[in-house]
DNA sequence: TTGCTTGATGATAAGCGTTATCCGTTTCTA
DNA sequence: TAGAAACGGATAACGCTTATCATCAAGCAA
């Protein structure tokens, strides 16, 4: 039985010499078990639920941690918030809801391929990559005002 | 002979009753005739050799102004400052040098056909995307230090 | 278990790019 | 060419993130 996401986390955390305390291990349990993309914002009031005296600035700090230990991975933007992927911390593309600001995981085949040919063409060394499509979502669709 | 990118620009100003003012089309030359996703420090400064009493403010707000009016492109990055494209005011795939910051703008098919099947398979009304791949450009490769 | 060392926490200040404010100036129309 | 309305310039405010620093606790050794 392969470990799960929290397993992993806490493995590598104690293993690259990083305490571990119950603020960092509410931020862990919180990104292993969210597939919504949460920002820090949203961690952090999931975190001072179980643990009220933490601090934004602890949240910031642990998810860059976990950020350089490749165990989260940022979503940045400009115009928001950051977002975070604890589920899967490599790069992947991006279903974005402009209008409710839901981020999903789309199923998406040759993305390898693009990239390699591009390396070829461009002689760029492509080290990452990122791939965004904003739009609306089914169910804001659906709730639509114009 | 079509418009160049620059009477494009300032025709689109003048159709929606927007004023023509120095400082605007010192941004908007420089804009149409920047390949390199200029930066707003480095449209500001690029403006002040010609017209030195120009603000920052002026800059953010004529950039901000084209973006509005269709006729640039802004490129977001939550780690440094924002760049932006007039010469092709519309989404297309850039690749980063994440060394000199320099970004290109390569040629990739498929990119249509990718959209449109994940709008098909997601449910989501796609609007707009992103695509950025970064990496180390060849003249970084060839100066490299590691 | 206890004590010690060192890293982590919490509160808050600072930083950075961007946006808002406000008043004097300029454009453009009539 | 005169007047209304928009624009420019200077700077304050903003939102998110990072830095600072004193206090506190994790983890190790005895």
Do not use: W
Not at 20 to 45: C, F, G, K, M, N
Not at 80 to 96: I, K, Q, T
């Amino acid at each position: 039985m392969p470990p799960t996401r929290f397993q992993s986390m806490l493995a590598n955390l104690r293993t690259q010499g990083h305490r571990v305390t119950p603020q960092r291990l509410a931020v862990l349990r919180y990104l292993a078990e969210s597939a919504e993309h949460p920002s820090v914002e949203d961690i952090y009031r999931a975190v001072k639920a179980d643990f009220p005296t933490t601090s934004l600035a602890t949240v910031y700090k642990t998810v860059a941690l976990l950020k350089e230990l490749g165990e989260a991975m940022e979503l940045g933007f400009s115009d928001s918030g950051n977002r975070y992927d604890g589920l899967r911390p490599y790069p992947h593309p991006h279903l974005v809801c402009t209008r409710c600001r839901k981020i999903m995981d789309p199923d998406l085949e040759g993305i390898a391929d693009l990239t390699a040919e591009l390396a070829r063409e461009s002689g760029f060394r492509i080290l990452t990559q990122r791939m965004d499509f904003f739009g609306i979502c089914p169910d804001c669709q659906k709730n639509a005002s114009p």
